[in-house]
């Protein structure tokens, strides 16, 4: 090589060094585009905002607390939640394995970051956008994953439209990551969509999207840190580079003003183009979490907004939309409150809703997920119905698009129980109690493992026109139970009882009425497995 050529190769390699992406991310005045507003995001704003000034409602809480939740959605009980995405490729731990992979500290469990560099290298080198790629759905069929859903029962079904990981399961006009563009290059919120709409159900999306300001940790060495990717792992703020940036729970930096309105952009995007029945949040919404109010949220304002849009597009439509979200970042007549993981002590009169998983590890796919039993889950529906509330239940499929064979068998097991006693769920409501017996449920965010097994003893009580429900949450041992809300002289129960049956059978049920309560003998077998059902009539 002669020495004219070894200096143009010198000089090209320092040109290419000093204007590479990461060189320009430290010349504040040459900030890369990834990290700009995206070009489109004000005159969806513009739009926005003309859909909010037409009405009903407007952009205020006093308005918004007007809303009136629709009645199929009080109606259907029960409905399917799907975590699906890149981060069913490395299939480690759990979905949080975008985060967890750039978090070098001791943890109890799995070592995510010492996984990662074992298996597939330091992540400067392979980082979370590289298993995009190998995230591919070839073997997904979304007919097929609505008639399973059907035949679970569910009533309604909603598929993370996008996570905290910031790659969107559908076409988004707001980054080129997404999974129409890339691995699985198709729209999977629109096949879901018309697929579940085509069975019967209701169609949902949840967007996670608001965590995705803080959920990469970040450090000089990593890819996320290059500002070239920040359309996908969020802008390299400074705080994320420093220490403490993994305990989200103690530092949450409010999001800025370029953040959520990218954020509200990409909401009412998904309502444009997808018509969801449900829109579903994460707690991303309430940067303080349980601290946070819908009067002193940082986010309020834009909440304000998409539900004024939301409500608005919707108002002409049979039914309006319906939002869930977390903790308290609505006022409770505004939208549904969520509780993930975890259920009501009591009856609670404003309609909710519990989230939760047929995996206790994890709600994307992962190779060891610890499974609940059917009849567990069966059990929380029935006490989550009893308290005036409804049960969204997750399944994790692998990154071929396949839902694994464990998930399915629970939902055939918990279709099959509701094939027989689903008229004591589906478009009843709660009773003068929610039931009666010595077990008490969790209530704390995420506490459903502190949960005890129900005893026979554990009854619940749901109620549709003049007929009274009782669940037994366990078969007796002994054919028997006494259901003592019901004695003689009850307050909660003052008219006479004409008949008791047993959903699913056919056999005469003995039974006795006194002070004590209602002794009813059972046949020697269930009708069907797990909780069973008496329907009381006058």
Not at 119 to 131: I, L, S
Not at 345 to 365: C, H, L, M, N
Request: hydrophobic share 35%; proline share 6%; with cysteine.
């Amino acid at each position: 090589m002669s020495s004219s050529m070894k200096f143009r190769t010198v000089l090209t390699a320092i040109l290419a060094c000093v204007t590479s992406p990461l060189a320009l991310a430290q010349d504040q005045s040459q900030p890369h585009p990834a990290t700009l507003p995206h070009p489109q995001v004000e005159p969806a704003l513009e739009s926005i905002h003309e859909t909010i000034e037409s009405g009903p409602f407007q952009a205020e809480w006093n308005s918004l607390e007007a809303y009136e939740i629709p009645q199929w959605y009080k109606d259907a009980k029960f409905g399917i939640f799907i975590h699906w995405g890149a981060y069913s490729v490395p299939a480690f731990g759990s979905e949080w394995y975008p985060r967890q992979m750039y978090i070098n500290r001791g943890r109890r469990g799995d070592n995510f970051f010492e996984h990662h560099v074992k298996t597939y290298g330091p992540q400067k080198e392979f980082g979370y956008k590289d298993f995009i790629p190998q995230f591919k759905a070839e073997k997904f069929d979304a007919k097929a994953w609505a008639k399973l859903f059907k035949d679970t029962g569910a009533r309604y079904v909603i598929p993370v439209a996008e996570h905290h990981d910031g790659f969107p399961m559908y076409d988004c006009a707001f980054t080129r990551w997404d999974a129409s563009e890339m691995g699985p290059k198709r729209d999977i919120i629109q096949e879901l969509s018309e697929a579940i709409r085509a069975e019967g159900m209701k169609f949902g999306v949840s967007s996670h999207r608001a965590f995705n300001w803080m959920f990469y940790v970040r450090d000089p060495s990593f890819d996320n840190a290059d500002p070239q990717y920040a359309d996908l792992y969020g802008r390299p703020m400074p705080f994320l580079f420093e220490d403490d940036a993994w305990d989200y729970r103690k530092s949450f930096v409010p999001q800025d003003q370029q953040f959520k309105d990218d954020w509200l952009a990409r909401s009412c995007e998904l309502i444009d183009k997808y018509q969801p029945d449900v829109f579903w949040f994460d707690f991303g919404i309430t940067p303080k979490h349980q601290d946070t109010d819908h009067l002193n949220n940082s986010f309020a304002e834009h909440l304000q907004k998409f539900a004024a849009y939301y409500y608005n597009k919707t108002s002409s439509n049979e039914d309006l939309g319906i939002i869930n979200y977390k903790f308290n970042a609505f006022p409770e007549s505004a939208a549904v409150l969520d509780k993930e993981r975890s259920k009501m002590a009591e009856i609670r009169k404003p309609f909710w809703q519990t989230d939760t998983a047929v995996s206790s590890s994890s709600w994307g796919y992962t190779k060891n997920q610890r499974y609940k039993t059917p009849e567990r889950l069966v059990n929380d529906l029935v006490d989550i119905v009893s308290k005036n509330g409804c049960l969204l239940l997750n399944v994790g499929p692998r990154a071929d698009g396949t839902i694994p064979d464990e998930d399915q068998a629970i939902l055939k097991a918990i279709g099959d129980w509701l094939k027989v006693n689903g008229e004591a769920i589906y478009g009843t409501t709660y009773w003068k109690t929610f039931g009666e017996g010595p077990t008490s449920v969790s209530t704390g965010h995420v506490s459903e493992s502190k949960d005890k097994p129900f005893t026979s003893e554990d009854l619940r009580f749901t109620t549709k026109d003049d007929t009274l429900y009782v669940h037994g949450l366990k078969w007796p041992e002994n054919n028997q139970v006494t259901v003592k809300t019901l004695a003689s002289g009850s307050e909660l129960y003052t008219e006479e009882i004409g008949a008791i049956t047993l959903l699913g059978s056919d056999k005469e049920i003995k039974w006795e009425r006194s002070e004590d309560g209602v002794v009813v003998t059972l046949p020697e077998e269930n009708a069907s497995k797990f909780a069973y059902v008496l329907k009381v009539t006058q």
